[in-house]
């Protein structure tokens, strides 16, 4: 079977996901304003300890062979080890992401004699301007801190995590040091218009011509840096890039947020992309193998405004998260379309009309105000 | 070590092997790889390795005729460069 097929034939679904996300909580010590869960403040429904080992043994069953673990923050959840424990020991391995704040020596030790298991450290910024101005004030050392820590209990390799903008772009060769310094993997992704990210995204989204370094940049390095695969809608511009050129929503991927809430992907939060719940009859596996929205994802996607286009066997027009999330139809091009084709529609699309995320777990406006003008104070 | 009629193999203990429609995926928990088996007789194969003397027997006992041993060398051959098998350990 050829690669291509094999991409025809995970277009119409996997009997379980291949990356599953699970976002534990909504909780979270910082504010970043990309955050695609909106996170900030735990919502009182979320899973419970019992109904969280539920999910992990049902995913068991489906031979889910790894989830990764986000949220906000997951180790703010007092029960975290006990279910990275209970995964792993069930043959789940796990991947969790986190800010790093709550990785002292004790946890790093901990973390460390632990099997099947990888962290990856988010950090947007190769120095604390560059990352504090998006990921508040601190979170450079909070990261930094813990890549020590992990470094000296013996780790070995973790990721560091990069949301890829315009402000960091001109950094990736001094991240990949970064990285190579600590023994870790860098993994870069895209930064998507979802959650908090939908108002900063204009700001922050790389230029176009900032997408062709991005592009030149993986191809000379991607072997060894991960993508997540996030980077597709770039192939138009040529040789395609390492990974499935593909959207896997719902098909290879999905995201379960921390009510149980499952989503085609961990980009969009929004009713439209609500496949159901997992403490619905029949659970997860149900909503995967049977939701009207899975379902419809699995079947073959319209081309539509890109049909004509040459580049669309190599973009596959882009992500559809993104496209929503502008306000633009998902049938058309990615909204950093490097052929500019989404710019004119784009351009007359008014601020605020686009659909909004389903829900919203900032903290308080007052709050983070206060806290930012302490900071400024110092 | 290339895959020949003779070889003892077995799944690697690190790896699951979760059919699906087109074969089935395995991914290895050591090296975190996932790999794709592409055809459903290539998974019976590998699948029942561990039951039978040698790659020959099993190909024989699942039902694989001699004309298509060839392709499946080839493919246990790659299977154990990407350490989804590897040569039969006695167990201790």
Known sequence: MSAKSLVEEMKRGLDAPICLTWELTYACNLQCVHCLSSSGQRDERELSTAEAKKILDDLRDLQVFYINIGGGEPMVRRDFFELLEYSIANGIGVKFSTNGAFIDTEKAQRLAAMDYLDIQISLDGIDAATNDAVRGEGSYDMAIRAMENLKAANFGQFKISVVVTRHNVSQLDQFKALADHYGAQLRITRLRPAGRGADTWHELHPTNAQQREIYNWLLKHGENVLTGDSFFHLNALGESLPGLNMCGAGRVVCLIDPIGDVYACPFVIHDEFKAGNVRDEGGFGKVWKESDLFLSLREPQSAGACASCGAFDACQGGCMAAKFFTGLPLDGPDPECVGGDADEALAIISRGSEPKPSMDHSKPVTLTRKKLSVSASH | ?92
């Open chain 2, 1 to 92: 070590m290339s895959v020949v009629l003779e070889s003892v193999l077995e799944i690697h203990p690190q790896v699951a092997v979760r059919p699906e429609t087109f074969g089935a995926l395995a991914y290895h928990y050591g090296n975190r790889r996932l790999i794709f088996l592409k055809h459903p007789d290539v998974v019976t194969v590998v699948q029942a390795l561990n039951d039978h003397p040698d790659v020959q027997s099993t190909l024989s006992a699942c039902g694989v005729t001699q004309d298509r041993w060839p392709s499946f060398i080839a493919a246990l051959s790659s299977l154990e460069t990407s350490e989804v098998v590897r040569e039969r350990q006695i167990a201790s």
